[in-house]
């Protein structure tokens, strides 16, 4: 296990369209690890693979419940609508508030490439559409409204 280094925005790599994961390697699961290892040294709730350096269909997830791992991840479903802060570890020290849908049904293949579906709303459904987009070199950023602010980091929410 191991942590990566986090690219940040101007990366070009996180612009990159990330390929689908045909079939599952020790690699490629060493990489899934790293990603998980990642994202709780940093205290993020999500993180695309291409935010490490890989362009591979890979998100790792955790909004508090534990940890979860999609491989190949589509959007199947989605309705309703949220209007709130996101924030990117790619994107240090800033947020933006930004409209997603409530809800989101995701079809994806877990680390044995076993298919399943899982659904989300709120936090997990921000999440799912924020690392989605990482996937596809899309970033939060240029969705967000009224542009980015300073998160003041030690300063209770
Ligand atoms: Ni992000």
Redesign the pocket.
């Known amino acids: 296990m191991a942590i990566r280094k986090i690219r940040e925005l101007g990366d070009e790599i996180l612009t990159g369209k990330c390929k689908e994961v045909t079939r599952m390697t020790l690699r490629t699961k060493i990489l899934i690890h790293d990603m998980l290892d990642t994202m709780y040294e940093a205290m ?1 709730v ?3 693979a291409s ?1 490490v350096g890989i362009l591979k269909r890979i998100v790792v997830i955790d909004v508090g419940d534990g940890p979860i791992v999609l491989v190949n991840p589509e959007i199947i479903e989605s309705s309703g609508e949220q209007t709130g802060e ?6 240090p020290g800033k947020a933006g508030t930004v409209t997603r849908p409530n809800y989101v049904k995701v079809r994806a293949q877990d680390e044995d490439m076993k298919e399943f579906e899982i659904e989300g709303e709120g936090l997990l459904a921000r999440a799912f559409c ?2 989605i ?2 996937l596809d070199g899309k ?2 950023v240029d969705l967000v409204e009224g542009g980015l602010h300073d998160v003041n980091s030690g300063e209770d929410e």
């Open positions: 993020g999500g993180l695309a935010q996101e924030g990117c570890l790619s994107v924020h690392e987009d990482h970033m939060y």
